[in-house]
């Protein structure tokens, strides 16, 4: 079983935003790769899609408490192969790395799965916001701020055809 998770806020009012990447991802995802609709899990804390091997999760926790739906969509599924996908300032924009057993970086959202995990031995795809004038002062307002949907759609798109490759090595 593979459990991706995107990491970001409920609710329309963070929608197109900064911190919300990590849902844009899977909100592409499922269209491209024909995933059924989220539904809401109460119990999972977490809006869920499920086709064959893959769940896509959406914590509804918002980013700080991610680690609360992560832990309980990690037992439900009994995963054994967890992947975050989560923006990051610390990257310039529209640059993605993949990581794994590293460190937070201070993402509120990545350091919350952590400490619930009881690991920091997560593979995280970061996809990176931080503008070409450095990184903001106000880090706060910025990554609540609403992006133009063209801006991150090359990166987006990465982001799903290197998942989908993820998907295909899980099942081979």
Partial sequence: MMLVIGLGNPGTAYKHTYHNLGFEVLDLMRKQLAFPPFRNSVKLKSLVSKKGDVVLAKPQTFMNRSGEAA??????????????????????????RVSKNSGSAGHKGVESVMQHLKTGDIARIRIG???????PADLEGFVLKRFKQEEFEPILKEAVELLEGQIKENEG
């Fill in 129 to 135: 916001i931080q503008p070409t004038a450095g990184k």
């Fill in 71 to 96: 832990s309980r969509l990690v037992k439900t599924y009994r995963s054994s192969r967890v992947l975050i996908v989560h923006d990051e300032i610390d990257l310039p924009q529209n640059k993605m």
